[in-house]
């Protein structure tokens, strides 16, 4: 048995594809990015029903019902993982359950991107199926027991998300809705709308690009709908940009977002913005502000 190395020109040719997760408040047009997408390339997951905005959009969609029914697709489109039982969700026995409800996986070929809207409607799905099962009930008393459902809340969802992720030749765009909130410093913070708190806090380790979708005014001082990618950036936006092609503010544009992304990189030049460290001197934390500072 050879062991599996892969040489750097063949890693440098592979395409991965991107897992991004696109956050905004409701109304600002993240379902209206499909319009900026290849529809004969992308299949549209619809979780929330709310396509009428892309009601004139040409290309494939999906609505699953149930998180059951979705954990299948997730199973038929990323295929078994070969370090799980057959107990496991994601197994092998589970694939070929899949495969006999949807049919050959080559009918997924032609798709390029996988546009699923949204992690708010998901989350709200999976609930709803956890308090169905027996963890989500008291062994003493049998009655409900919220953590419990939480707690499996939790591992399903991310169960999913990362099997999404090792999805290879494929982009993966999540869309969720960014809410806005003040904590108890009396501070503006932002975090997206996920039922319970592990799937929004471990969200950001398990895609590659982490935007959000916001209206900031122009040099004349008009809002305009950009696309905030970088992680230091003055308005407090969850954002993170793993590939470093992406500058702090982009054009609202997925397609070509994508497109930057994905473009070849120019092996004979050092690393970009990943490299690129601060000269300037860190303030010290005993340093004493003054006005004007």
Request: proline share 8%.
């Amino acid at each position: 048995m050879t062991f599996p190395i892969i040489p750097a020109e063949q890693r440098q040719q592979d395409d991965k594809g991107v897992k991004a997760v696109l956050l905004g408040p409701s109304g600002v047009g993240k379902t209206s990015q499909l319009w900026t997408l290849p529809p004969d390339k992308t299949l549209f997951i619809d979780l929330e029903a709310g396509d009428l905005a892309v009601q004139g959009w040409t290309g494939d969609v999906l609505r699953p019902r149930t998180w059951p029914e979705f954990r299948m697709l997730v199973e038929f489109i990323g295929g078994p993982n070969p370090a799980l039982n057959e107990r496991q969700p994601f197994c092998q026995a589970h694939f070929d359950q899949a495969c006999q409800n949807f049919g050959d996986p080559a009918v997924l070929d032609k798709y390029e991107i996988f546009f699923i809207d949204s992690l708010t409607a998901l989350a709200r799905l999976c609930f709803a199926w956890c308090q169905t099962q027996d963890e989500a009930k008291s062994e003493k008393t049998g009655k409900p027991d919220t953590r419990g459902a939480y707690g499996l809340l939790g591992r399903e969802m991310i169960a999913a998300l990362n099997h999404l992720q090792h999805v290879r030749g494929k982009s993966v765009i999540f869309v969720g809705i960014l809410e806005e909130k003040v904590d108890d410093f009396n501070r503006r913070i932002f975090q997206p709308q996920i039922e319970g708190s592990r799937t929004g806090l471990e969200l950001p380790g398990i895609v590659d690009e982490v935007i959000t979708m916001a209206s900031l005014p122009d040099e004349q001082g008009q809002l305009q709908r950009s696309f905030v990618c970088q992680t230091l950036n003055p308005w407090g936006f969850p954002a993170k940009d793993r590939s470093g092609r992406l500058n702090q503010t982009e054009p609202a544009h997925l397609g070509q977002l994508l497109q930057k992304i994905n473009q070849p990189r120019d092996t004979r030049q050092p690393a970009g913005r990943q490299l690129q460290y601060a000269t300037s001197t860190p303030m010290q934390p005993n340093t004493t502000i003054t006005q004007g500072q």
